[in-house]
């Protein structure tokens, strides 16, 4: 099963805590790689790895104006793989604008403290994490785990379509969901 994004996984109606609100998040990207691989994120991880490549892309470019006493296979490498590394660039950009658009519509995007409150303000899912502030994050993230309940990100349970939160998906739904896997 291939999966565009957490929120898009979420947004399936029974996802697992492991690849979606447990996930852990780096900004560098050569550490960040292979756990997005892992956990079947595979466009975040071309954007990743694109990243990464981004910084050959300077020393490529840096051999481009043909100087004198430069050798031509030098030239030649550099300006194959300037070109080589601008079309995975323009291929991963052009991918990401078509992800962009599978995503669920948010009304707030998460990237502050205010807007991730109101994604899980009211939700049963808080109840989970009550009381896990002290301990370490695998201690966090096992207790989570061992839970075995599954999330979606959704309207809220009475239904108003202009609020919508992360919360757990109701027993009988995630009884079904876990038989099958």
């Known amino acids: 099963m291939q999966t565009l994004s957490p929120y898009s996984e979420l947004q399936q109606q029974g996802?697992?805590?492991?690849?979606?609100i447990l996930l852990k998040k780096s900004s560098l990207p050569i550490v960040s790689f292979f756990p997005l691989?892992?956990?079947?994120?595979?466009v975040?991880?071309?954007?990743v790895l694109t990243a990464f490549?981004?910084?050959f892309l300077v020393i490529a470019l840096s051999g481009l104006p043909y100087r004198p006493g430069q050798l031509p296979d030098e030239f030649y490498f550099c300006g194959i793989s300037a070109v080589i590394l601008l079309t995975l660039m323009t291929i991963v950009l052009v991918v990401v604008n078509f992800w962009r658009r599978a995503l669920p519509d948010m009304p707030r995007n998460p990237d502050n403290v205010a807007a991730v409150i109101m994604h899980v303000h009211q939700s049963r899912m808080c109840n989970d994490f009550e009381g896990t502030e002290h301990l370490s994050t695998r201690k966090r993230d096992e207790r989570i785990r061992k839970?075995?309940?599954?999330y979606y990100y959704?309207?809220?349970?009475?239904?108003v379509m202009d609020k919508r939160i992360i919360d757990e998906v109701p027993d009988r739904v995630?009884?079904?969901?876990?038989?099958?896997?």
């Not at 975040?44 to 954007?47: E, L, Q, S, Y």
């Not at 995630?174 to 896997?181: I, P, S």
């Open 147 to 150: 839970l075995k309940k599954l």
């Open 15 to 20: 996802a697992h805590p492991t690849s979606t």
């Open 37 to 42: 691989l892992k956990q079947q994120h595979f």
């Open 154 to 159: 959704g309207p809220e349970g009475d239904g």
């Open 174 to 181: 995630q009884f079904t969901k876990l038989e099958q896997r």
């Open 53 to 55: 490549l981004s910084e």
């Open 44 to 47: 975040a991880a071309a954007v």
